[in-house]
């Protein structure tokens, strides 16, 4: 039902840019804050950056912040990821991510994850 499609990654050199784009379907998309991961190989998933349902707050990993943004298009149930200034330490699997309530368990959400875009920053 709920779904969470990443598009956009790839290669690219240090310095350069990319943007992620994070298709949602299955919830009311303009309900939700959605968030952006990343996991690197031998690593640990590792929050990237949030964005709360309507757009008006942003979060940002310390890595990122100052490179990366993140915003939503409520009406195309779309997420993206705008990174410019690309370090190789941003090499990992991006991925999207929602956290929904239960319906049968009481204050117990769900998380819920795309299967993730690879982004490779090298020269």
């Known amino acids: 039902q709920v779904q969470l499609v990443e598009s956009g990654g790839g290669l690219v050199q240090p310095g350069g840019s990319l943007r992620l784009s994070c298709a949602a379907s299955?919830?009311?998309?303009?309900?939700?804050?959605m968030r952006w991961y990343r996991q690197a190989p031998g690593k640990e998933r590792e929050l990237v950056a949030g964005?709360?349902?309507?757009?008006?707050?942003?979060n940002y990993a310390d890595s990122v912040k100052g490179r990366f943004t993140i915003s939503r298009d409520n009406a195309k149930n779309t997420v993206f990821l705008q990174m410019n200034s690309l370090k190789p330490e941003d090499t990992a699997v991006y991925y999207c991510?929602?956290?929904?309530?239960?319906?049968?368990?009481?204050?117990?959400?769900?998380?819920?994850w795309g299967q993730g875009t690879q982004v490779t920053v090298s020269s």
């Open positions: 991510n929602v956290e929904i309530r239960s319906g049968v368990i009481p204050n117990y959400s769900r998380a819920y």
């Open positions: 964005i709360t349902s309507a757009g008006s707050s942003t």
């Open positions: 299955g919830f009311t998309f303009s309900d939700y804050r």
